[in-house]
């Protein structure tokens, strides 16, 4: 089945305990992205990835870090978490860069930073 | 600077009627648009999309119009069902890396 995969669903943690949600995708897809939604924000983007070993900014990428070292994974990297970053994040994944190619979001990993 | 706007965080239907989900943005350049529907505890999912070129586009109960000299579009519904309760969120391209989401609008399906 094509997905993409988040890990963990829930996570709680301590203010400065460095953490890594996992996210993988089986479609062979070039573009992964992470993205947080917040209420009354909506979703916005944290990094985004054009291809291996390829990253770059999104709108909110203050606190975060991401690696590509395979065209499958893309982790996110809280290297101190605090407490604003509590939230809910969301992986995704699209064949190429570019809307037309819609995006396949994994189901979400709910952070809370205490 | 809020490129794409969903005015309304919330909206109840009566089931059976017409859904009607709207959508503002401010970049001209936006040249692609989606809607994406969510239920809680699951991730976004792409629902139908449209081309700036385009002023309509119809996938079995849903439609999207798009008027590019309001920078305004909106989903229909009809007939509007049960499992249809989620948020939506409308989203737009132009043709760079990113796609900018909205802040969401939570649909409520009255029995």
């Known amino acids: 089945e094509a997905q993409v995969t988040q890990n963990p669903r829930y996570l709680i943690t301590v203010t400065g305990k460095k953490l890594t949600v996992t996210c993988s995708q089986n479609?062979?897809?070039?573009?992964m992205s992470w993205y947080r939604q917040d209420p009354g924000l909506g979703l916005r983007q944290i990094y985004y990835?054009?291809?291996?070993?390829?990253?770059d900014k999104g709108d909110v990428p203050e606190g975060y870090k991401v690696s590509r070292k395979e065209k499958r994974n893309f982790p996110l990297i809280l290297e101190s978490p605090s407490p604003n970053q509590t939230s809910l994040y969301f992986c995704?994944?699209?064949?190429?860069?570019?809307?037309?190619?819609?995006?396949?979001f994994g189901s979400g990993t709910r952070l809370t930073v205490v | 600077d809020q490129q794409v706007k969903q005015n309304s965080p919330s909206l109840s239907v009566q089931e059976g009627r017409i859904s009607i989900l709207n959508c503002d943005y401010t970049n001209s350049m936006f040249d692609y648009f989606l809607w994406y529907k969510k239920y809680p505890a699951e991730g976004p999912t792409f629902l139908i999309s449209?081309?700036?070129?385009?002023d309509k586009n119809e996938d079995g109960r849903f439609t999207v119009f798009l008027n590019k000299s309001a920078k305004h579009l909106s989903l229909h519904i009809v007939p509007s069902q049960p499992g249809d309760s989620a948020v939506y969120f409308c989203?737009?391209?132009?043709?760079?890396?990113?796609?900018?989401f909205g802040k969401g609008t939570r649909l409520h399906i009255l029995p």
């Open positions: 995704a994944s699209s064949l190429w860069a570019g809307a037309n190619y819609g995006y396949t």
């Open positions: 449209i081309s700036s070129i385009k």
């Open positions: 990835s054009m291809n291996v070993e390829v990253t």
């Open positions: 479609m062979n897809h070039e573009y």
């Open positions: 989203a737009a391209s132009g043709g760079d890396d990113k796609i900018i």
